[in-house]
């Protein structure tokens, strides 16, 4: 029942309003038939009180003048109220004079006034005169009004929710349309129609949401198809270039190896030349270990020749550095005197000024 519940959106709304609906007829009702038996009752208990004060004056002086007939008249004559349960007059002891239907009631539902007699001019009581009313009649009266209200209640409550379920029913199957329209098209049926598109309100933008959500969906669709063929023809291009690149691979390979065999036999050729270069060379280096004897009895003739001219070599750059030496120290003295000789011609033009003088 409550999973029904939870998937009925129409019933998700209606049920609660309702409820608090009934809720409200309930509490009306409630307060209706509790002002009804409050004013019914004050309405019984004014006439209680009514009667009584009439009744009391004609009943004290015939209690006076004890005469119990009269009162027994006027008693009854009470009894043509639908109310009237029981009346007594009391003397001034306490002992019943009179009474009239059931004087002694105790049930609930009573309504009873008691009042003394007086005489006129005096002011000590002489009895009491009691009666009493029921609130059957006036409580049957309101139950039967509050089952009247209560059946209009129900009623009332039963066309407003016919009214809610017209009203959200009319709102909820557009609702109801675009959802199923969705579960089409998360399942792939891209063709099916999105109705409420020409309505202008929440449903209208809602279905025109739908329907962008259709074209993406189909244009989402067209893009991995085309991603697919592209997969595919790029799968092919590839297996294509695989297959020339083998092919040219293979063509490759043959004429390497062609190229190689024709190298390995002119290899043979050439190694045979070199074989026989080779016989010639030791014979040429056999003759030649002589001849390289001597040029390295020469070579070492020359070494010490080279070893003396070294040295001879290091003495001078010896010489030379030590003539650098004296010629820088000549350089030196040569600017001094200079200096010496500009200082002693100055002076000497200072002694002509002064002879002059």
Do not use: C
Not at 214 to 243: C, F, H, P, S, W
Not at 340 to 352: C, F, K, P, Q
């Amino acid at each position: 029942m409550l999973d029904f519940y939870r998937k009925r959106l129409m019933i998700r709304v209606v049920v609660p309003i309702a409820l608090l609906i009934l809720i409200a007829m309930v509490f009306g009702v409630i307060g209706v038939v509790r002002m009804m038996t409050m004013e019914a009752q004050g309405a019984v208990r004014e006439r209680l009180h009514l009667t009584t004060i009439s009744l009391a004056g004609g009943l004290s002086e015939a209690l006076w003048n004890a005469d119990e007939e009269f009162i027994t008249v006027q008693l009854a004559a009470l009894s043509s109220d639908p109310d009237f349960v029981g009346a007594k007059v009391l003397d001034g002891k306490g002992r019943v004079v009179a009474s009239h239907g059931r004087a002694d009631a105790t049930e609930s539902g009573l309504l009873s006034e008691r009042v003394a007699l007086t005489r006129r001019g005096g002011k000590a009581p002489i009895g009491e005169l009691e009666i009493f009313l029921s609130l059957t009649r006036a409580e049957a009266a309101i139950q039967a009004t509050a089952l009247r209200v209560a059946m209009a209640a129900s009623g009332l409550l039963l066309l407003v929710t016919a009214a809610l379920v017209w009203l959200i029913r009319g709102l909820t199957r557009p609702i109801v349309k675009l959802t199923t329209t969705m579960t089409r098209l998360a399942g792939g049926e891209y063709e099916t129609p999105i109705p409420g598109l020409d309505m202008r309100d929440e449903l209208g933008r809602m279905a025109q949401a739908v329907e962008t959500f259709k074209r993406n969906a189909v244009e989402k669709v067209r893009l991995e198809a085309n991603q697919i063929l592209l997969k595919e023809q790029a799968e092919e291009e590839r297996r294509r270039a695989m297959d020339a690149v083998a092919g040219r691979f293979e063509g490759t390979v043959n004429d390497t190896l062609e190229q190689a065999q024709a190298a390995a036999s002119r290899m043979d050729v050439s190694a045979a030349a070199m074989a026989a270069s080779a016989d010639r060379t030791n014979r040429i280096s056999g003759e030649a270990v002589p001849r390289a004897q001597s040029v390295m009895e020469s070579a070492q003739t020359i070494a010490a020749a080279v070893e003396q001219l070294a040295a001879s070599i290091r003495e001078i750059s010896s010489q030379a550095q030590h003539s650098d030496t004296v010629a820088d120290d000549a350089e030196a003295r040569v600017a001094r005197t200079l200096t010496l000789m500009e200082a002693l011609v100055a002076g000497s033009s200072r002694i002509g000024d002064v002879v002059t003088l």
